[in-house]
């Protein structure tokens, strides 16, 4: 997208001039809006595809989009600058400006994905970042510069076609931002409703990249191929034909190329890759403990140690009146599981917001087999949705003895709400009278401060709490909020709250096995709650 000049450009001699246009001069500025439009769609498609993958592969959606947007704003200035030096010859200077930033940002998601597959989990020294973070900020440099160096030749493209003289241009340079933000605006929802849905992340910015060459090459091969020179011509000709066919060949070989990647990433066992609405499911492993199941690229269940975590966060809550559960997560069904263990369970609802997930979990074998066939029970109700948008407009108030909050580590930018003050408030409005929740805050150990911020606010909401933990994941697999922050992999401790409104829970009764050596630590002193105005739960 264009950022507006502090001033109307001066128009150059060439721009003054030149060969006659094979189209009238009403047609040609046209058309000239028209690439304009395109090339800004093309622009912001590109940047929302290094944020969307950034985020997916990095962690961290908030500081990967400021990362992007930052250091692409500040390349677009830079690359304003460098065209300065291009306006003398702004047909071909544009045509080239195009051809590589179809390549460049069409094959960014392609070599972005390939550094974290190949190097994403080779950490720097100070542990600050992935192998794929440099990459990230390469990339929003050199498409961020091209982009800015779009300003210039456009005006004086625009210029060339225009019948308005000199002192107008500023009428032409708001022709040319409308143009632009309406454009900008296409990209922008054209991303998450139509490419990202029907082509995948990969396939979209390889689209948009054969988009963008093509916009480009003929705008300045046909309307301005007059004011080439032979040699510019067949050089802009060439450019085009070898962008479209790198860009060709990599869409043929892209589904080759994620299985490769995946296999890199997540082992030889990968026996299921979906994207479903919300995120991409993948499972690996048979029947036995190799099982694991990805969310997101975050390890969310391992067959080799998920009964602690599952016995640790269901079964202290059960001690005391459990008629009615309520889980909230837990689409794989292994909390359900455990509740379910409780013949005196009336009815248990789980709000789960992938159905893809549960989907899973009915009818994969060894997935179904890890969770007891859970919700082939007539007991269990699921229900599909946000978990924070069901408990503020479904729950019914003071409805279950239990909820169980099996959801994403607080830590991860999207599930920041659901550990929010006002979260807590909606469950402890679900909660009947000497009703328990239980939370799911991380690991004491390597997390504290969020762990003990998840106890703040807790508090804050009007809850008694009881910290417990249990031992930690026995895999190494980065299955943080942040994988590049994530330094040893598999957590020491894995951390739980026990909380009640009307008076102290019980003592949690974690099995010995289970709690392994796990000791609470005193907790910190005023720590602050989190809110959705106000998280805190950033380490």
């Known amino acids: ?39 800004a769609a093309c622009g912001l498609v590109y940047e929302l595809e290094l944020v969307a993958l950034a985020s997916y592969l990095i962690g961290d959606s908030v500081t990967q989009a400021s990362v992007v947007l930052s250091v692409m704003v500040f390349a677009m200035g830079v690359g304003s600058l460098l065209a300065k030096r291009l306006r003398c010859r702004a047909a071909v200077g544009f045509g080239l400006v195009e051809a590589a930033l179809a390549l460049v940002g069409g094959c960014s998601a392609l070599v972005l994905y390939a550094a974290f597959a190949w190097g994403g989990h080779i950490l720097p020294a100070d542990g600050t970042g992935s192998g794929s973070r440099p990459v990230l900020v390469a990339f929003s440099l050199a498409i961020g510069v091209l982009i800015g160096a779009e300003i210039p030749l456009l005006m004086t493209l625009i210029q060339r076609v225009s019948r308005r003289s000199e002192q107008d241009a500023g009428g032409t340079v708001a022709d040319l931002f409308a143009a ?95 994207q479903t609405g919300v995120q991409e499911v993948v499972l690996t492993g048979g029947a036995d403990e190799s099982l694991e199941l990805f969310l997101d ?133 679900a909660l009947a009278d000497g009703g328990r929740l239980v939370v799911h805050a991380g690991p004491m150990a390597s997390r504290p401060h969020t762990y003990w911020t998840v106890d703040a606010t807790l508090r804050a909401a009007g809850f008694t709490t009881r910290p417990y933990c249990a031992q930690g994941r026995l895999s190494g697999f980065p299955a943080g909020p942040d994988r590049s922050a994530d330094r040893g992999g598999a957590p020491e401790d894995r951390g739980f709250l026990l909380a009640a409104v009307s008076g102290p829970p019980p003592p949690p009764a974690v099995p010995p096995a289970t709690a392994g050596r796990c000791v609470v630590p005193d907790p910190p002193r005023d720590l602050p709650s989190s809110t959705l105005v106000h998280p805190r739960y950033a380490e």
């Open 1 to 39: 997208m264009i950022e507006a000049p502090s001033a109307p450009l001066p128009v150059p001699p060439s721009a003054r001039g030149g060969a006659p246009l094979p189209v009238r001069q009403r047609a040609g500025r046209f058309l000239v809006l028209l690439a304009v439009f395109v090339c």
């Open 180 to 274: 632009d933000y309406v454009g900008a605006l296409v990209g922008g929802l054209a991303f998450p409703f139509l490419l990202l849905p029907r082509l995948g992340q990969l396939t979209s910015a390889l689209f948009t990249g054969a988009v963008n060459a093509v916009a480009g090459g003929m705008l300045v091969l046909w309307l301005f191929g007059r004011d080439l020179t032979s040699r510019e011509r067949w050089l802009l000709v060439a450019a085009n034909v070898v962008v479209l066919g790198l860009l060709a060949t990599a869409a043929a070989l892209v589904d080759d190329f994620e299985r490769a990647a995946r296999r890199a990433v997540y082992g030889e066992r990968v026996r299921v890759a979906v």
């Open 297 to 429: 690229g975050r390890l969310r269940v391992s067959g080799r140690d998920e009964r602690r975590y599952h016995e640790a966060l269901v079964h202290p809550a059960m001690r005391g009146r459990h008629a009615r559960v309520l889980i909230l997560g837990g689409g794989d069904g292994l909390a359900l599981r455990e509740v379910l263990r409780y013949r005196d369970v009336e009815s248990v609802t789980v709000v789960e917001l992938d159905p893809g997930v549960v989907r899973l979990a009915r009818t994969d074998p060894a997935l179904s087999r890890l969770n007891g066939g859970a919700y082939g029970d007539a007991r269990v109700r699921v229900v599909h949705g946000d978990a924070f948008r069901w408990l503020r407009g479904a729950a019914e108030p003071g409805v279950y003895d239990v909820v169980v909050s099996d959801l994403p580590d607080p830590g991860i930018t999207a599930s920041t709400k659901l550990y929010a003050e006002e979260f807590y408030a909606l469950a402890a409005r």
